[in-house]
């Protein structure tokens, strides 16, 4: 493998030294992808409404929840081609790139079709203030239709980060904010297209992306043997993508899905606790990007040990990753605690509106100084290939802690959206203790 090709091997060397290196295009990119709808959001805020904050808040909440799915199954993608590349099986790399690429794009058509038609069915069961349902419609139906360009990103981002590549798709996305602000500035300050204008400009943003992703990738070279005959179903590598892929997109959704509820919950409480809650999940989309970016570095690392037989060096990347990413997460927590409304004036300058999202912010928080553990461990088992414990946890997590806790939170007498944010650290300790179960589990099944 050239030196000059910006892949690692995490299999031999400095595990924390790797670790980072792998972890911080990772994160930049997270950040970037984050910033669509934040860009967005902020855009709207400074030349729209209440309303249009309010719809373009819960709609990008549910795009991020379809990117989310999506990138969780082709979570499968990346352990599988990590796991052939640590086994030194450049060719069985290919047949998996190839069968994600005909997968995704059967799933990406199939997505399309029922978004756009059920864009007025999603909106009515997300509960949007009526000041904002047309809006919201209008937002989720332009987005919909660049499904297949947000499969297109995520699958060639996959196969990167499968083979240690984390610095190609941080340019891509980097390619896409620029471009995404650019549309913002246009359609929305500009030509006033008000939450139609922010919707064609992350659409826009993405096309350009992937379009420059091609483009790169065609003149470069990956530690994988691919053509584009490898363009078709191999039954085996299917099953191993799926199997490792849907118990962690089903995790996923479950976990979206349940955020998507407690925005149901909170747009039931009034305009304004919709839109305080709309600003403080575009921070929190921040706020948890290291944890995201310390999980995806986990599950590449343990993937590419575990295919080269080194379990012990996989523990320890794990250990080093959540010992890293708690340090880290001790700083974000003080900024979401005490910083909570000079950073949600950043969206907007509605005072209401800010006082809202700063109280949410105020009861997530903690989650900061928890998540990193969680995610860890979910990158460990990712790695493994062992996902059926990951999806458990996400739906017992999702529907047995955040949810009920969510509901009962919200009707309390004189609640505030800051108590309904103690939900996300009080299911978080679940996982945790979860985890830690199946870790004792796992090592009395391996002593006997």
């Known amino acids: 493998m050239a030196a000059d090709k910006k892949e690692i091997s995490f299999v031999e060397g400095s595990i924390f030294g790797f670790l980072i290196r792998f972890a911080i295009p990772v994160l930049g990119a997270l950040i970037l992808q984050a910033a669509y709808g934040a860009v967005d959001l902020l855009v709207v805020g400074q030349f729209g409404d209440a309303s249009s904050i309010s719809a373009v808040g819960t709609g990008s909440s549910f795009m991020q929840m379809v990117t989310f799915v999506i990138t969780s199954l082709a979570m499968g993608s990346t352990v599988m081609i990590g796991q052939h590349i640590g086994e030194g099986k450049p060719r069985q790399a290919g047949k998996t790139v190839g069968t994600s690429i005909v997968l995704f794009a059967v799933i990406g058509i199939a997505m399309t079709v029922l978004l756009e038609l059920g864009a007025g069915s999603i909106v009515q069961i997300l509960k949007v203030p009526e000041e904002s349902v047309d809006k919201a419609i209008l937002y ?31 340019l891509f996305v980097g390619i896409a904010c620029v471009v995404n602000i650019a549309g913002d500035l246009l359609f929305v300050a500009v030509l006033r297209m008000d939450v139609a204008g922010a919707a064609l400009a992350t659409v826009l943003a993405q096309l350009v992306s992937v379009i420059a992703s091609i483009f790169v990738l065609r003149k470069g070279q990956l530690p994988i043997e691919f053509s584009l005959s490898d363009c078709r179903i191999y039954g085996d590598e299917l099953k191993k993508i799926l199997n490792i892929g849907i118990p962690i997109a089903i995790q996923e959704t479950m976990v979206q899905i349940s955020f998507l509820v407690i925005n149901s919950i909170i747009n039931g409480m009034g305009l304004m606790p919709s839109a305080g809650y709309g600003v403080a999940q575009k921070l929190v989309s921040f706020i948890m990007l290291v944890p995201s970016a310390v999980m ?25 990753a959540m010992i890293t990413g708690c340090s880290v997460g001790v700083l974000i927590f003080l900024a979401g605690f005490f910083g909570g409304g000079l950073m949600s004036s950043i969206f907007t300058n509605d005072p209401d509106v800010i006082a809202q999202s700063a109280a949410y912010l105020k009861g997530f928080s903690g989650d900061c100084l928890l998540t990193c553990v969680l995610f860890s461990s979910i990158g460990y088992f990712n790695g493994c290939g062992k996902s059926i414990p990951v999806m458990l946890q996400g739906i017992t997590a999702a529907f047995c802690v955040r949810i009920p806790v ?33 870790f004792v589990w796992m090592g009395k099944k391996k002593a006997k």
């Open 406 to 438: 969510s509901v009962l939170m919200s009707r309390l007498p004189n609640t505030s959206l800051m108590m309904v944010g103690f939900a996300a650290p009080i299911s978080t300790i679940y996982g945790i203790i979860f985890f830690i179960i199946c």
């Open 140 to 170: 989720l139906r332009i987005c919909s239709g660049g499904i297949l360009i947000i499969i297109a990103y995520n699958v060639i981002s996959s196969v990167l980060r499968g083979v240690g590549n984390a610095n190609l798709p941080l």
């Open 296 to 320: 995806q570095s986990v599950s590449a690392f343990v993937a590419q040990n575990i295919g080269a037989g080194k379990k012990e060096r996989a523990r320890r990347g794990y250990l080093t």
